[in-house]
């Protein structure tokens, strides 16, 4: 560093006595400002030290011990608070509901989101105007959307009539979709992913978006002089090239769905024998009603390590590529 | 050529196909807040309001029988949301500042762990951060919410601060600090001047997700008094007595404060976004 200060025309005496000077000086800034930034970083490092890492250490730990009631008990009972989960009918059915949950979430948001940003890649008057339309539901909060959904997909009862989406299905001679939504066993959880494929479509379109508007014009051009059609370059050229990106967004919206409380609790609450429950608010129950503290521990603690097994692996690999670049 | 306007016309159809379904729950909600108490009819849901009709917002936002009004609820939030992202902003930068520019051994290692705080399921802190709020009597009150989400806020605003500085030169830095610039004196004179697109990134993403909590919301507080806006619009959402007509005006103005953010920051809004997903 010393030696790009000194420039060729300088006498030599002032060119050796310049870096021991610059070098004392800068040494002391040195030690007193690295002891001044470790300062102002270490309120953060220790509040996420306590509030993320001993928080969810304790709460693994709750899940080992006996306090089942009201009054906190520590002795060790081993994993008896896991078995008791597995054997509950309700947890089992959740389990089912996130996987679903999450299987349909998915692919309803990759393929919407694909589909829209292909269609706002083709030159479109107004691109602003439809981008907007559809990222503005990522700024409303879960609660509105289930608000709002949930009397969209309100079937109606026999003493009021019928009403939202099936009203509309009627009106406009479609009415053979017509059915329960949420209120429907069978559906149950499905009816959620509609309004969340709703509020998070968005997200994917704005992903792809930027990973089409990054491949450059001139591999699709090179691709069509040698006679590829439009189909084929998506098909061939483009979509290998998102791989990284729908990766990156299985990943975010996946942890999204495992996590997901929020809608469920103000679209359809637990639905009807529980087809719309979720683990999330399982151990809402379990914990604050029934006051349960181990087994809702537990419920947590597989809630994180399912979100670990998404999550870590991608955040490695970001740090990693990040460094390599 | 007119295959080409044939395909050019598909596209337009179905953009403004997939227009209308993310506008359908706007355009009831607006619809039906609009209608007065005698035209809230299930069977005519999607009929255009005769006139226009503030009342279901007034009620809605004053308390009618047998339910209060969002008024208080709304004020929460805002007395929330407003420290709350001030100071998350505040340590986002400090950190990120650190971390771009002062790293030191391991302190990369450090920042993947403040991410993963980001993402975790907020259950599996809930049993432990609950009894300490309740240790330091902050369980139940705005103050309590606002410390929760500062700390909760620190691992994306960290993030955001980061990325944003680790794209001003190091040369730059590594200039001043020869002319004597200190710690503190670079990142007054150098970064702070140059951070504003940074603190509206971080300011945006931090306003709206703190003002769209539930969770934390529903959890920490637990008398209607202190309650945010979210958790008030969930009961009244809830209860059987409120009429659709005001749950839509409570859900629009529970909304309104992000959409306005949204329509006229929305740029900034999508930077939060996109970063989330630790791209810069």
């Known amino acids: 560093m010393a030696e790009q200060t000194i420039t060729v025309g300088e006498k030599p005496r002032r060119a050796a006595a310049t870096p021991r000077v610059q070098r004392r000086r800068w040494s002391r800034h040195f030690n007193g400002d690295r002891i001044l930034s470790l300062l102002l970083l270490s309120p953060s490092v220790i509040a996420i030290g306590i509030f993320v890492y001993a928080f969810i250490g304790y709460t693994g730990y709750v899940s080992l011990v006996k306090w089942n009631t009201f009054t906190p008990d520590y002795t060790f009972v081993g994993l008896s608070n896991y078995l008791r989960l597995f054997d509950t009918e309700r947890f089992r059915i959740d389990l089912g509901n996130t996987f679903t949950f999450t299987v349909f979430f998915l692919i309803a948001c990759l393929v919407l989101g694909f589909i829209l940003a292909v269609l706002l890649d083709q030159h479109i008057r107004g691109e602003g105007i439809f981008r907007s339309i559809f990222l503005f539901p990522l700024a409303i909060s879960f609660i509105v959307t289930g608000v709002a959904w949930r009397w969209l997909l309100n079937p109606g009862d026999p003493t009021n009539g019928i009403t939202g989406i099936n009203l509309l299905f009627d009106q406009v001679g479609l009415g053979f979709l017509k059915n329960g939504w949420y209120t429907d066993p069978n559906i149950g959880i499905k009816a959620v992913v509609i309004a969340a494929t709703w509020q998070m479509s968005g997200y994917v379109m704005a992903l792809f978006l930027a990973g089409l508007r990054g491949i450059p014009e001139d591999l699709r051009e090179a691709a069509r002089v040698d006679g590829a059609n439009e189909f084929q370059i998506y098909r061939h050229v483009i979509l290998p090239l998102l791989q990284p990106i729908t990766l990156g967004a299985v990943i975010i919206l996946g942890h999204i769905s495992l996590k997901i409380f929020d809608l469920v609790v103000s679209m359809t609450g637990r639905g009807v024998a529980f087809s719309t429950d979720v683990p999330a608010l399982f151990m809402f129950d379990i914990t604050f009603q029934a006051q349960a503290y181990a087994v809702g521990a537990a419920v947590a603690t597989i809630l994180l390590l399912s979100v670990a097994v998404l999550i870590v692996p991608y955040l490695l690999y970001n740090v990693r590529t990040e460094a390599e670049r | 050529m007119t295959a080409r306007l044939t395909y050019r016309t598909i596209i337009y159809v179905l953009l403004f196909a997939l227009s209308a379904f993310y506008l359908l729950p706007i355009y009831v909600l607006v619809i039906t807040s609009l209608k007065s108490f005698q035209e809230v009819n299930v069977n005519q849901m999607w009929n255009l309001p005769h006139g226009l009709n503030f009342a279901s917002f007034t009620t809605a936002w004053f308390g009618g029988e047998g339910f209060t009004g969002l008024s208080g609820n709304f004020w929460n939030s805002v007395q929330l949301v407003i420290p709350a992202t ?169 909304a309104l404060p992000t959409m306005l953010i949204y329509v006229f920051l929305g740029r900034y809004f999508m930077r939060g976004l996109l970063a989330g997903s630790l791209k810069g």
């Open chain 2, 86 to 254: 001030f100071f998350s902003a505040l340590f986002g930068a400090i950190n990120g500042y650190v971390l771009s520019k002062w790293k030191f051994r391991g302190s990369d290692t450090l920042f993947t762990l403040f991410l993963f705080g980001m993402f975790i399921p907020y259950q599996s802190i809930l049993i432990p951060l609950i009894q300490t709020l309740q240790t330091f009597h902050l369980y139940g009150s705005i103050l309590g919410l606002i410390f929760v989400h500062i700390v909760y806020g620190i691992p994306i605003t960290t993030l955001i601060f980061r990325n944003y500085y680790a794209t001003v030169p190091s040369e730059l830095l590594e200039a001043a600090k020869i002319d004597g610039a200190t710690f503190l004196g670079i990142f007054r004179h150098i970064m702070l001047p140059i951070s504003l697109p940074g603190f509206v990134v971080v300011t945006i993403w931090q306003f709206t997700s703190i003002w769209n909590d539930f969770l934390f919301g529903v959890m920490v507080t637990s008398s209607p008094s202190v309650q945010p806006i979210t958790v008030a619009l969930n009961n009244l959402a809830g209860s059987l007595s409120v009429a659709w007509n005001i749950q839509m005006a409570g859900a629009l103005m529970a």
